[in-house]
């Protein structure tokens, strides 16, 4: 029997590998929300999409076809540029961003990046051009390193450090016992929502992408986090075509275009001036988030 005891302690401890393997996968799955039906149409095209502007036209789209999320959107990212969209919570900001990753595809209209409508594309092809910085990070239980290679599994230490760097979590890593080699995740160290945060747009900077969807977390970071996430974003987006979900006024003051949503419908758009002179939905939301964090700011 005591010669089982090895090899059985051994499965033992594949089993748990596994389960926690499968886990980390569910949790992303569950997270990305992926839809089974997505399928790649037969000559699905490979392109380049680099200067890649995105157009919204006319799109419609229900999760279930009894009750419609988004109705008639049309809107544009010109390349390079950022447009942020704002509005109650439900008014479908987030699905704005799950159908440009083409979790689901749309029921009306279309969605095209340079002219290619997304459905025409391939998978693989889209996402790898696409970086997403969600409202919460999914970390693997493993070190910070893989956590932030992920988005460029071929990258070399020297360009994982680079994006360390650039997404400042770099002087964090190295304050950790093992650096680099930290385990964090559930089983390890857990990392704070900035930290996560920055995690993520670690990986997006190793991943390069030219489009960039940045979902921002629904639940206040600190001011100061805040503030410097939102400039590493700042540099990050500069020269992308970005798409901000925004839930804070004051993050996204400087787009090139905010959509103001409501109830699946843009209510309104334009720059932060011009919503503010139009004394309307967004103007009445600034008021208010300004009365609610009880200090004002310049305009
Ligand atoms: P928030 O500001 O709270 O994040 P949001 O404007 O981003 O909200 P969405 O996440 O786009 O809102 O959701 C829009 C609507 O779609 C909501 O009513 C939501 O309940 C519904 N919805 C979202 N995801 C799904 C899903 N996977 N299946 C069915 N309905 C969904």
Redesign the pocket.
């Known amino acids: 029997l005591l010669q089982l005891y090895g090899p059985l302690n051994f499965l033992g401890f594949v089993y748990r590998e596994i389960k926690n393997s499968l886990a980390d996968m569910e949790k992303m799955f569950g997270l990305m929300?992926r839809n089974a039906e997505i399928k790649d149409s037969d000559n699905a095209k490979t392109v380049n999409l680099d200067n890649a502007s995105v157009e919204f036209s006319n799109v419609d789209f229900a999760?279930?076809s009894n009750r419609p999320?988004l109705h008639g959107i049309s809107f544009q990212i010109p390349a390079g540029k950022t447009v942020a969209v704002v509005?109650s919570?439900?008014?479908?900001?987030?699905?704005l961003s799950r159908l440009l990753y083409r979790f689901y595809d749309v029921n009306q209209g279309a969605i095209r990046i340079n002219g290619h409508d997304v459905r025409e594309l391939a998978q693989s092809n889209l996402r790898a051009q696409i970086g997403i910085v969600p409202q919460d990070t999914v970390l693997f239980n493993d070190t910070i390193y893989y956590n932030i290679a992920y988005g460029k599994p071929s990258a070399s230490r020297e360009e994982v450090i680079e994006a360390a760097k650039s997404a400042h979590i770099y002087d964090f890593i190295m304050q950790l016992p093992d650096g680099f080699d930290t385990t964090v995740g559930e089983r390890g160290l857990k990392l704070s929502g900035g930290e996560k945060q920055r995690v993520a747009i670690a990986r997006t900077v190793l991943k390069n992408p030219p489009i960039l969807i940045f979902d921002e977390a629904?639940s206040a970071l600190d001011s100061q986090t805040e503030k410097a996430i939102q400039a590493e974003l700042k540099a990050i987006s500069a020269n992308r075509t970005t798409l901000v979900?925004a839930?804070r006024l004051s993050t996204i003051s400087d787009a090139d275009e905010i959509l103001v949503?409501q109830h699946g419908q843009i209510v309104e758009r334009g720059t932060h001036r011009q919503l503010l002179a139009a004394a309307g939905v967004y103007a009445q939301m600034w008021a208010l988030q300004l009365h609610d964090e009880g200090e004002p700011q310049a305009i």
Do not use: P, Q, R
């Not at 919570?89 to 699905?95: C, H, L, N, R």
């Open positions: 929300a999760y279930d999320i509005g919570s439900g008014a479908g900001k987030s699905t629904t979900v839930h949503m």
